[in-house]
């Protein structure tokens, strides 16, 4: 008999669990907040299919939410069913799917209100989901409307997440939901200080929502002792002015509204007898001071509303304290948020200064590029060389020919780097031996004579490449940012551009320090005569010098290319700031150069950063900056001694 009892109760159990595992029956303890939801009945709903654990609930809710819930006509089951051809319906707790005709079903459409808390339901079980791309999901809907019934289930989910970065996202987004919806003051205050080092704009949000103010007034000195007070705000401050002041009074019916001007003329008007106006005769009416006195006779004698004048608004305004009020009440958690909030604002300040000083950083390394060159041959041979920014241009187009003969971007880079170098160095020689040799110590056609060439240069590659910007693609390992914070980070081709100059002040010093050419171009520098004395040839000197700076000049534009765009005016677009940073620097001297591109390239990001929105005004400031300098400094940063110290 004991046996009977046992299997009997057994067999209870395990049809009580049946039920309880059936998704069917829960919605038909609710059909009618099913069928039609709103905002206030669909949470009962939704608690009781969350505290089911069916698996069977992530594909409802997610079918409820897309408008694919319909409901039999005749006995009230629930199903979903996509609207097609033909009608198919799929049982919510087997899944199993049945052909069945539309016209026997209803189709259930919970509006916007409703379908955003079914979606803030469906995050408790996409927070744990198997499939990442669910998780992300839910992690960015909970950034996007974080809410207070989203903090347990991304507590929960937090110590299981296999993904690193998306474990370290939700922690973020835990630690924004403590800040805001804890229930324990002591939690709250904790995540708001621990947000005083993440300067992220998020978090800046938190706590600026955390600190967010109502505007408030009491008649009396004080705010009330148990009012989070924010601050104090004076009548007549900017942040408050009396006129502003007296109309709140006036909207909570404390003050009369006042009487504007024209309506004091219009009761005037109205009210002239026998060329009066109560006591005051017309003539004397275009004073201010007498129509209000007019128009208080009138107010005395019940004829129009009362007056309310400057003086009666200040002296209601002197009854009255005006405060912003915090709408979080405990003090102590709006206290931990202002100095979290300034203590992330100066992490802020900070990093976009060390952000402004990156950019500029790497705009000085593309200066010091695109100027060495031209700062060798200027320095060496005081040719004024106009189409130095075609040899930038030709480097430019040599990379993006490279890479039309090898796909690999990295390897065609490699290749690209000397094949520039080859090429503008011979060109310029070509162009030394052509041209430039016959007009040394004629600066003025020496000036002619490179700007004639540069346009000529400039209309073959238009020839040769078209108009339309050619790519000159980085490789893969370039692409993105070196990140150290949300607030500073910089290109990985600004990268390689820095190290890259880094490399070219190594090699240019070495080859003029430790190499016989450097000797030699030294010497030709200081003293020609000199040096043509020791058995130095100075022609062939300046021949290899133009070269060297041209070659420089061709790697510079295959750098620059990657990072600006290849075009036949590209070098027009650097040689002013080359001759800038030359003449800036001290010509012929690479510290020289290095100290003029450091000083033209923080200028300019400086400049930019006090008035961001007109890049030409910066540039035209910067300009006369240089001017200035120039004429309390004629030779530069590091003047050059020898020949230009002579010169």
Known sequence: ??????????????????????????????????????????????????????????????????????????????????????????????????????????????????????????????????????????????????????????????????????????????????????????????????????????????????????????????????ANVARIIAVGSENLSADDAYDRLVDEELAAARTPASAIRTALEANIVDGRVGEVPLSQLNDNANRELAYAQLAAAGTVPPLVTDVDRDGMLAKFTFYEEYEEENSEITDAAERALASAERRVAAGQAADLALDALSLASIYFLAAIGLAITFGVMGVINMAHGEFIMMGAYTGYVVQQFIPDYTVSIIVALPLAFAITFGAGVAMERLVIRHLYHRPLETLLATFGISIALQQLAKNIFGTQARPLTSPEWLDGA?????????????????????????????????????????????????????GINPDRINMLTFGLGSGIAGIAGVAIGLYAKVT??????????????????????????LAGASLIGFLQKGIEWLNPSNTLAAQTYMILFIILFIQFRPKGIVALKGRAAAD
């Open 1 to 226: 008999m004991r046996r009977v009892f046992i299997l009997v109760a057994t067999l209870l159990g395990l049809a009580s669990a049946s039920a309880a595992q059936d998704l069917q029956s829960i919605l038909q303890t609710h059909a009618d907040e099913v069928a039609k939801p709103s905002r206030s009945s669909v949470g009962v709903v939704l608690d009781d299919l969350v505290a089911s654990g069916l698996p069977q609930v992530l594909p409802f809710l997610e079918g409820w939410q897309d408008r694919q819930l319909w409901q039999r006509d005749v006995d009230g089951v629930f199903f979903l069913a996509d609207d097609g051809d033909p009608f198919t319906i799929t049982d919510v707790d087997t899944g199993d799917e049945t052909e069945a005709s539309e016209d026997d079903f209803s189709q259930l459409r919970p509006n916007g209100g409703v379908r955003r808390v079914i979606a803030t339901a469906l995050v408790q079980f996409q927070l744990t989901d198997p499939d990442l791309r669910r998780r992300v999901t839910a992690v960015e809907s909970i950034a996007r409307r974080p809410d207070a019934s989203q903090l347990e289930p991304l507590l929960a989910s937090i110590e299981d997440e296999p993904n690193p970065n998306l474990k370290a996202r939700k922690t973020q987004l835990a630690n924004f939901l403590t800040a805001s919806f804890a229930d324990a003051p002591e939690d709250r205050i904790a995540a708001i200080e621990s947000l005083s080092e993440d300067t992220s704009v998020e978090a800046r949000a938190v706590l600026n929502q955390i600190l967010d103010t109502d505007a408030a007034f009491v008649e009396d000195e004080e705010p009330p002792e148990d």
């Open 482 to 534: 070196l990140v150290f914070s949300d607030v500073i980070q910089i290109s990985y081709i600004r990268v390689a551009i820095f190290v890259l100059a880094l490399i070219f002040l190594g090699v240019i010093l070495y080859v003029l320090r430790r190499t016989r050419l450097g000797l030699e171009v030294r010497a030709v520098t200081q003293n020609p005569g000199m040096a043509a004395s020791m």
């Open 568 to 593: 036949s005016e590209m070098g027009a677009d650097y040689i002013v700031q080359s001759f800038m940073t030359v003449v800036v620097g001290g010509v012929g001297n690479v510290w020289g150069t």
